[in-house]
């Protein structure tokens, strides 16, 4: 079995993006959620190795649901999902232990190597 993802966007296209770069090279979907509140309720019941979280949704954003998970389970890998001009919000994640950050529009390859790279 392969690393368990929780993909954390409010925008389908991009969750339907990310999984069909990660199941054809082995990786599971745990889940989905669509803002950071639906976040931390999947992780808690999931136990996920890796969540690839954008930044900016409704209700919580990525930034709030990734300080909440880290709060609670050190031990979380988080990749934010950024677009371009979020860079404040991208230094903060990283100083709150956010393992690695890829920004949209991203290629395939670099969610694989931030993936890999997190789950190392």
């Not at 371009?84 to 529009?105: C, R």
């Amino acid at each position: 079995m392969g690393k368990r993802i929780l993909i954390v966007d409010d925008a389908t296209f991009i969750r339907t993006m990310v999984k069909d770069i990660l199941v054809p090279k082995g990786y599971e979907i745990a889940g989905e959620a669509t803002n950071g509140n639906e976040a931390l309720v999947q992780y808690e019941k999931l136990k996920p190795d890796l969540v690839t979280m954008d930044i900016t949704m409704k209700e919580k954003d990525g930034l709030e649901a990734a300080r909440d998970i880290l709060m609670k389970f050190p031990e979380a890998r988080i990749i934010m999902v950024t677009a371009l001009g979020q860079e404040k919000m991208l230094v903060d994640s990283i100083k709150l232990g956010v393992k690695d950050f890829v920004v949209k529009p991203f290629e395939a390859e670099r969610i694989i190597s931030a993936v890999e790279k997190a789950l190392a």
